[in-house]
């Protein structure tokens, strides 16, 4: 199981656009790239999921090199409301187990 | 369409006492997993299941039991519960690898 390495913490400003990047040295070739965000007293909720180069939704872009061994989450223009808890997994494309890494605690300040 | 359904949403067990944890779902999902999150810290695996009548372990799958009977759902039974079980537990489940997974709200379980 690849392993993900991410910052323990950040802080940025209302109106900015974040970017936490998550490594995964070890990342297998079918393996996906996923995100999810947790509100405090809240399960996670799904953000965006990716294999390769980069995936865009409503909420998020997802950011992916060739090399496939880092991972990039971007939010733009941050709101107080994205203060939260970002976490990186590693999705194996084979009935494995899908681990949680210790997440990024993300502070929007005003 | 209710999604995940964890009940119940609170509980206090004394020590040695046990437990289910009911789980249940209405997508169709084939993947189910249980997490525990400790206070401050992130989710950790106990068990999970990839279709009916398949069951796995996860990174802490000591004291909890589990079975997959049915699609829709996945209890998690606790043998006998232990103060270092305090925590919340957390229900997922998911189409296929390809889609996120989609979280319960969660049971908040004491033991003293």
């Known amino acids: 199981l690849a392993k993900t390495t991410q910052p323990i913490s950040m802080d940025s400003y209302e109106g900015q656009e974040v970017n936490i990047t998550c490594s995964h040295n070890n990342i297998a070739t079918n393996d996906y790239i996923t995100w999810y965000q947790q509100f405090p007293s809240q399960g996670p909720r799904f953000i965006i999921q990716g294999y390769k180069t980069k995936v865009t939704n409503e909420v998020a872009s997802l950011f992916i090199p060739a090399d496939r061994k880092s991972s990039t989450l971007s939010l733009p223009r941050v709101s107080l409301s994205d203060t939260a808890v970002y976490y990186c997994?590693?999705?194996?494309?084979?009935?494995?187990?899908?681990?949680f890494g210790k997440g990024t605690r993300l502070h929007i300040l005003p | 369409n209710a999604g995940v359904t964890q009940t119940p949403k609170f509980q206090v067990l004394k020590t040695g006492q046990s437990m289910t944890l009911q789980c249940a779902q209405d997508m169709n999902h084939e993947y189910m997993s249980w997490y525990r999150q400790d206070p401050g810290m992130g989710l950790r695996l106990i068990h999970y299941?990839?279709?009916?009548?398949?069951?796995d372990q996860g990174e802490v799958p000591n004291g909890y039991n589990v079975s997959r009977s049915t699609t829709e759902d996945f209890p998690l039974r606790l043998l006998s519960a232990a103060p270092s079980q305090t925590s919340v537990y957390f229900c997922a489940s998911s189409y296929d690898r390809g889609h996120g997974y989609t979280f319960g709200s969660g049971t908040r379980l004491t033991v003293v």
């Open positions: 299941s990839v279709g009916a009548g398949i069951t």
């Open positions: 997994l590693v999705v194996p494309n084979r009935d494995d187990k899908i681990i």
